[in-house]
């Protein structure tokens, strides 16, 4: 059903038994591998803001790239991108220290990211490979300055659970990014993968690694 996977590198979510488990199944089916850092937040699931000076930050970005990229290698694949989660992809979307850390902590990796976020425009900068993803299950709210962002998860409209819903909405946004992300933690995230990929297809599209 999904052509790339956003592997949480165990600061708020996975250990190294998931991550090879994940790259294991990810290198049998052509499945593109993608790191998804995040702050050290395990209790939050990576979702709450955090207090972390630029260094430390950079250095838990190293952190958790480096630990995948090894699990990754040793199962015969290789992470192909880099993709802040939760909080930190809230805030690198206008943060330029946080998302110059993420920058600086995943080396020369293309970027995967929200269109308009600075973490994007920093990377162009920087000469890097950058990707914009769109999110057929959450609410986007307009900005005073312009430009999209995410509502927050407390907000009415944030979240969309409904898979012929989602799926729509996934054809609605294709043409404007080059990855739909369905969340995987939610109860209907599978039927809402399937019905996505089965959407677009139908829509005529052609479903592939975007890296």
């Keep these: 059903m999904v052509t790339s996977a956003n592997v949480a590198c165990g600061f708020h979510a996975g250990d190294a038994a998931v ?52 699990i990754a290698r040793a199962c015969g694949t290789t992470v192909s991108y880099v993709k802040p ?30 269109p308009g976020a600075r973490i994007l425009a920093l990377a162009v900068a920087a000469g890097r490979d950058v990707w914009l993803e769109g999110f057929p299950d959450r609410g986007y709210e307009d900005r005073p300055g312009g430009g999209r962002r995410l509502l927050p998860r407390d907000r009415p409209g944030a979240l969309f659970h409904d898979p ?11 043409d404007e990014v080059d990855s739909i992300c369905v969340h995987g933690d939610g109860p209907t995230a599978v039927a809402a993968a399937r019905a996505v990929r089965s959407a677009l297809e139908t829509a005529g599209f052609t479903v592939r690694a975007f890296t």
């Design 164 to 174: 012929s819903e989602i799926a729509g909405r996934a054809v609605a946004m294709a």
């Design 85 to 114: 989660h939760g909080a930190l992809y809230n805030r690198a979307a206008d943060d330029d220290e946080h998302a110059g850390a993420v920058l600086a902590g995943s080396g020369t990796l293309p970027v995967l990211g929200l």
């Design 19 to 70: 991550m090879r488990a994940v790259c294991e199944s990810a290198a049998a089916r052509g499945v593109r591998v993608g790191a998804q850092v995040s702050y050290l937040d395990r209790e939050g699931f990576g979702r709450r803001p955090v207090s972390v000076p630029v260094a430390t930050l950079t250095s838990q970005v190293a952190e958790q790239v480096g630990t995948l990229s090894e």
